[in-house]
């Protein structure tokens, strides 16, 4: 097996993040056929990070990979040859087989005439005898053609000990064996990209405005669990009794109003809370606390459950109301629920939810009364809270779900059109998504990621 050549993983610290850009392929050059991962670039165009790995169609740059493609031209080109010389040494033997019987005749001609020859017989001869003169061409090119089988049963063996020798260094089973050890090796990139993107934020981006569409409130969202491959926006106007969910095959027809579906749901939402992950739309039944998993593909409701002592019907809405009691948020580690109960005094709890059967798994009570928050969203198990939805607004309150902890931030935040009715995180692009004022916006984040210099990433 001859060695693998993988350029560094290159990792540079704090990680910034982008829409659409984690994780996925960025550049793929044609010509080396390597891809290029990255999360983003930071304000001052610095590239944060960045793992190289070789394509899926492995090694295409790699020194046996180009002698073999070599040798394969080489055994073509040789195959080309056989064919022209077998096509013209068949024409050439039929025509020596033809002759064969005209100097067949002649030499018994000969052989009649003895000493004596009369002028019509010789004639005969000389017009026979001319017949035979291209015969001397054709048997100079047999001379020629054997010079060429010479030369290609050289090439043959050159290339029969070339490929011998690749062989024996690739071992029975080297290009298997190779394709799998890319593949593992990029899983483990991968791997390590994915803890990468968990950190603190100490950034959001200026916002980028993807469309202006709807009305004042609403949601729109990628799923969360889909395959890169997979860039479908699902879009809910308005923030009560809605039940119709725009299906845009990709981002650029969202973008372009095009190619969509409708779902028509067969219960009606509140808020705009909302969330899709892994093929289902995750949402609370208007006037009551009962949260619904609705399956795009069967188009049907695989379950629901109430979320046991959740306000709901604007009893614990976010400061701009809208039914906004209960918020569900997908971050790397699963499906949550942000909402608040009476016993918690209005204060913000945080569930975690199985995503099967909607029963909350744990459950935090953060301390930050929800009727204060203009929005919240979930990063790596950390709830962050905004403490307007209006201009002006900041990142104000981190709660730490794995220490039980919290602490308050200063995050700017630009809200660019003054009045925030949806915020929530992607973890599979690690962007925010938000609808503003009928404007559908995205954020890249940074986060701060102290990274282990020991162990495998």
Known sequence: MWPLTVPPLVLLLPLLMCPGLAGQTLFQSPEEGWQLYTSAQAPDGKCVCTAVIPAQSTCSRDGRSRELRQLMEKVQNVSQSMEVLELRTYRDLQYVRSMETLMRSLDARLR????????????????????????????????????????????????????????????????EDLQQRVLALEARLHACAQKLGCGKLTGVS?????????????????????PSADSR???????????????????????????????????????????????????????????????????????????PGAGYNNTFPYSWGGFSDMDFMVDESGLWAVYTTNQNAGNIVVSRLDPHTLEVMRSWDTGYPKRSAGEAFMICGVLYVTNSHLAGAKVYFAYFTNTSSYEYTDVPFHNQYSHISMLDYNPRERALYTWNNGHQVLYNVTLFHVISTSGDP
Do not use: C
């Open 112 to 175: 009649a005439a003895g000493g004596s020859v009369s002028a019509k017989s010789f004639q005969e001869l000389k017009d026979r005898m001319a017949e035979l003169l291209p015969l001397s061409s054709v048997l100079e090119q047999y001379k020629t053609d054997t010079r060429t089988i010479v030369r290609l049963r050289e090439d043959v063996r050159n290339l029969s000990g070339s490929l011998a020798a690749i062989q024996e260094e690739m071992g029975a089973y080297g290009y």
């Open 206 to 226: 200026n916002p980028i405005t993807i469309r202006a569409m709807g009305s004042r409130f609403g949601s729109w969202m990628t799923d969360t669990m889909a």
């Open 233 to 307: 926006v699902w879009y809910m106007d308005g923030y009560y009794k809605g039940r119709r969910v725009l299906e845009f095959r990709t981002l650029g027809d969202f973008i372009k109003g095009q190619n969509f579906i409708q779902h028509l749901l067969p219960q009606p939402w509140a808020g705009t809370g909302h969330v899709v992950y892994n093929g289902s739309l995750f949402y609370n039944k208007y006037q009551s606390n009962v949260v619904v998993k609705y399956h795009f593909r069967s188009r049907s409701v695989l379950v629901q459950r109430s979320l």
